[in-house]
């Protein structure tokens, strides 16, 4: 098993231009949730989904869209790059949200400029 | 929402010390606490994780201890090596609300040979 794989592992973006993150996972957890880190900030929840056609928003969603059209993949939209959106982004998966560990994937580390 | 506080930010300690980091919730009702081992550049990966039915659990060098009465929990790690070296996050989760677990803030460990 591959685990959790994200996609690119970097990209630099200017401020107003669009991208998805990747993230796919092979071990048919049902819970996908995207997480930004900053420094000093621990991890932040973005958007997570409990299931496919199922999404919800987490503590900091603003600037991001996702969907999840299979259980697999969990693709992490942003409509509008800003400079406050440099960060590194990590892709979890757990078999269900509850009282299970987190897989995460290796991380996107992305800047604005 | 849950709020997770987690002490110190920084702990430096001389190789074969002891290494204590403790957080605090504020939900009563959260029940399952993870703990997660960042080193440099690399993914969170699960070390430990406790339920609140249990007090305490090892593995090896390393332990946790729940008191829900006062709403915190601590990572103990013995006879630390400069492999453990590392950012170390804590996190709170609960059965409902999607089971979305709320991380602190991290704490750098730094074991000096």
């Known amino acids: 098993n591959a685990g959790v794989t994200q996609t690119p592992k970097f990209q630099v973006l200017k401020t107003g231009q669009s991208m998805t993150l990747q993230c796919a996972q092979d071990m048919n957890h049902e819970y996908m949730s995207w997480y930004r880190q900053d420094p000093g900030m621990g991890l932040r929840l973005i958007h997570y989904s409990v299931g496919a056609g199922i999404t919800d928003q987490g503590e900091v969603p603003n600037g991001y869209n996702v969907s999840r059209s299979t259980t697999e993949d969990f693709p992490l939209r942003l409509l509008s790059a800003a400079p406050s959106q440099t960060s590194v982004y990590f892709c979890a998966s757990s078999p269900t949200g509850f009282r299970q560990p987190q897989h995460f994937g290796d991380g996107t580390r992305l800047s604005i400029l | 929402g849950e709020n997770v506080e987690q002490h110190p930010s920084t702990l430096s300690v001389q190789e074969g010390d002891s290494a204590v980091i403790k957080c605090t919730y504020s939900?009563?009702?959260?029940?399952?606490f993870p703990w997660y081992k960042q080193e440099l550049g690399k993914r969170p990966q699960l070390i430990i994780d406790i339920r609140s039915n249990v007090g305490e659990k090892k593995d090896q060098r390393i332990a946790v201890t729940l008191n829900k009465t006062a709403k915190h929990f601590s990572l103990h790690i013995t006879e630390t090596q400069p492999e453990d070296s590392a950012v170390y996050f804590c996190?709170?989760?609960?059965?409902?609300?999607?089971?979305?677990?709320?991380f602190g803030d991290g704490t750098t460990l730094t074991v000096k040979p």
């Open positions: 939900d009563s009702a959260s029940n399952y």
């Open positions: 996190a709170a989760s609960k059965n409902t609300n999607a089971g979305k677990s709320t």
